[in-house]
T-cell receptor, first 114, second 114 residues
């Protein structure tokens, strides 16, 4: 069965500094990987997805993630944080063993200070 | 675009009461899901429906039942609510039968069982 580990429960950055949210996955097959964002009291919005095309994936709002098979990682980055980026971020994995089921990490809360 | 619509948005139940959470999508998606979100645990799959007429258990199905009423609608029923079912519930849908595609989420139902 596939699984995903988000290495930090909270990450704090200052506005204008880089963001790094770490995610490691486990999968017996070629995985599909996603990052979702959840703003307070809101639903989940897809930031970006990897489905075996380019290993560097660009998403919305300046975020990107790199699929590294050798490290089983899919870290989310952004060059310069904005106050509006403060939210909870979920790394998600799926593979053909799960037939459409998305397996979520426990989430990383990003705090952005002025 | 409505996307995925859940009702109600908030609900308070007494222990032992029953209720049904409604979900409808207007994207002609085959697959639909119910997740629950609890602090520090990410989203956990309760039940899913890969296509109209089929339903399957997810990670945490105990205490719940589902009905895929038609292609658009997927309801979640709590027959006898317990305090452990206090959570935020999300309905989601996705398009593809094969391979993983992203899921689209509703705004959530915040349920409190007292």
């Amino acid at each position: 069965a596939q699984s995903v580990t988000q290495l930090d429960s909270h990450v704090s950055v200052s506005e204008g500094t880089p963001v790094l949210l770490r995610c490691n996955y486990s999968s017996s097959y070629s995985p599909s990987l996603f990052w979702y964002v959840q703003h307070p009291n809101k639903g989940l919005q897809l930031l970006l997805k990897y489905t075996s095309a380019a290993t560097l994936v660009k998403g919305i709002n300046g975020f990107e993630a790199e699929f590294k098979k050798s490290e089983t990682s899919f870290h989310l980055t952004k060059p310069s944080a904005h106050m509006s980026d403060a939210a909870e971020y979920f790394c998600v994995v799926s593979d053909r063993s799960s037939f459409q089921k998305l397996v979520f990490g426990t989430g990383t809360r990003l705090l952005v200070s002025p | 675009n409505a996307g995925v619509t859940q009702t109600p948005k908030f609900q308070v139940l007494k222990t032992g009461q029953s209720m049904t959470l409604q979900c409808a999508q207007d994207m002609n998606h085959n697959s639909m899901y119910w997740y629950r979100q609890d602090p520090g645990m990410g989203l956990r799959l309760i039940y899913y429906s890969a296509s109209e007429g089929t339903t399957d258990k997810g990670e945490v199905p105990n205490g719940y039942n589902v009905s895929r009423l038609n292609k658009r609608e997927f309801s979640l029923r709590l027959e006898s609510a317990a305090p452990s079912q206090t959570s935020v519930y999300f309905c989601a849908s996705s398009a593809s039968r094969q391979g993983a595609t992203e899921a689209f989420f509703g705004q959530g139902t915040r349920l409190t069982v007292v």
